[in-house]
């Protein structure tokens, strides 16, 4: 089981930036593909970005590819998403999440694992 904790969440105003922070422990943990989800007010938890500990595979939702960057220290354990260009939509609470594969995250259904969600206010 891995156990993740997001930081870096906060408030911010539009056209600004903020990088969040995925730190994973547990077992096996590189064995694991890993994301962001992100819930907006009101609505359904929905996919933003994944990758994988080995390799340098990225997946990004459409309608938020150049402006959001994910990336990760494998060192650290740790899994970064940059965001760029922020706007007051963006406002939601994030949440690092993971599964059996990069691919797998972008299947909310395959997560075996969720942080416990940071917010992120984009004001205008």
């Known amino acids: 089981q891995v156990q993740l904790e997001e930081s870096g969440g906060g408030m911010v105003q539009a056209g600004g930036s903020l990088r969040l922070s995925c730190a994973a422990s547990g077992h096996t943990v590189t064995s694991y593909g890993m994301g962001w989800y992100r819930e907006l007010p009101g609505k359904e938890r929905e996919f933003v970005a994944a990758?994988?500990?080995?390799?340098?595979?990225?997946y990004y939702a459409d309608s938020l590819k150049g402006r959001f960057t994910i990336s990760k220290d494998n060192a650290k354990n740790t899994v970064y998403l940059q965001m760029s260009s922020l706007k007051p939509e963006d406002t939601a609470v994030y949440y690092c999440?993971?599964?059996?594969?990069?691919?797998?995250?972008?299947?909310?259904?395959?997560?075996?694992?969720w942080g416990q969600g940071t917010q992120v206010a984009v004001s205008s």
């Open positions: 999440a993971a599964g059996p594969t990069a691919i797998s995250i972008m299947d909310i259904t395959r997560i075996t694992a």
């Open positions: 990758t994988t500990w080995r390799g340098g595979q990225a």
